[in-house]
């Protein structure tokens, strides 16, 4: 590699992981503060509200915004062809989108106040759905600090005045409620920062025929997100919805440190991505050494995870959550298998996706996706949280030998 691209990854990769690091601490925390406040039933609660969003929020982009990002770092003159069309696009589908969340939640059989959060959170994804254009367009001009200082605000305000009203009322609904102002904060300064690189006046175009050329080249980015939804929120939603609260609590408290390990590849992936999609068109060779050195990395620090987490999960539950958490020490350890996993299929799926493999990797996560929402309904019913951990490892596992036997090809 280039020394200007060395130099270049290093600086987003510091601003990214900066942010990362600060806000997922501070995330973290008020998820600490969450379970010693209200137990594993409420954590449950929180972590249903905003996975099932997550989840309902399959019609959001149709992956939109990856297929202008990855082609808008090719070639920077596409900005503002682009840009109007897919603005205009993403808001139509954001108002149907929340449409849905309203309509399903209708039925759902959860308690009014729930319902109510729920629609609350929808409304704001609205905002969240249209600002990821702005936060792809800063990752297509390869610069990551504006999203880093977007990211650490969110979180300050969240574990600051978020964590203060949790302290105060002891109740979910006041606390949810403050950290969807925070969200919307967040929103504003991205579409704020990301306003400054469009040329000339913001434009946003409504023409359904553009629509539809933009989803026929997009549309394979959408069903690996819809099928990396379906993968990542599917065990919160349905361990909730099988078994209820109080296991859900359980399993989101081992599934936190997964999350604190996933800063690894949150960090280098968005960092790497848009290198690799103007390298797979100008210098194949560089873009080579490039993939080979992050699958090195981060299958090192993934075995390292492994044995940490192991050897250290009764010592990280216990003492961050409490005793009322120590059935997550079991459900952490299986957890811990999983993480060379998820560590090398983000970095898969950014490689295909960038030189242009889209639809094998649309194959390979709707098999994955599949295979574990058939696992976690099995393995939930008899075996809970539990359960739900070893579906997790069973289909990254398998994710991962797929994709390095199809690599290749």
Known sequence: MSESLKLRLI?????????????????????????????????GQYSFIFYYIGLLGIFSD???????????????????????DVLGFKIVLAILNF?????????????????????????????????????????????????????????????????????HFKELFPFVAVLLVGYTIRELLR?????????????????????????????????????????????????????????????????????????????????????????????????EALFKKSFQTLLFLGLAGTAGYYLFAKLGILFVFGEKFKESVPV????AFAIPFMFLNSLFGSYMNATGRELTFTKITGFTAFLNVTLNYTLILHYGATGAAVATVVSQ???????????DR
């Open 191 to 287: 579409i704020r920062w990301g306003l400054s690189f469009v040329p000339g006046k913001i434009v946003v175009r409504f023409r359904p025929a553009e629509w539809a050329n933009l989803l026929r080249k997009s549309y394979p980015f959408w069903l690996i997100g819809l099928f990396t939804l379906i993968y990542y929120r599917t065990d919160m939603v349905m361990l909730n919805l099988l078994r209820g609260d109080y296991e859900t609590g359980i399993y989101r408290a081992a599934y936190m440190w997964i999350q604190v390990a996933m800063l690894v590849p949150n960090v280098v992936i968005p960092t790497t991505l848009p290198s690799m999609a103007r390298l797979h068109k100008e210098n194949r060779k560089t873009l």
């Open 62 to 84: 149709l992956g939109v915004s990856f297929y202008f990002m990855r082609e808008v770092a090719r070639d920077r003159d596409k900005l503002k062809e682009l840009l109007p």
């Open 11 to 43: 600086k987003n990769a510091g601003w990214l992981f900066g942010a990362e690091i600060f806000s997922k601490l501070l995330a973290y925390g008020i998820i600490v503060i969450l379970s010693r406040t209200l137990g594993p039933d409420g954590l």
């Open 397 to 407: 596992g398998v994710a991962s030998l797929v994709n390095l036997k199809l690599l």
């Open 99 to 167: 449409g849905i969340i309203v309509l399903i939640t209708l039925f759902l059989p959860k308690p009014e106040w729930m319902k109510l959060l729920i629609v609350l959170a929808g409304a704001e994804a609205m905002l969240t759905w249209v600002s990821l254009v702005f936060v792809r367009m800063t990752y297509a001009f390869e610069i990551t600090k504006y999203e880093a200082i977007a990211r650490t605000v969110e979180r300050f305000w969240a574990f600051f005045i978020g964590g203060a009203v949790l302290w």
């Open 332 to 335: 952490l350890r299986i957890l």
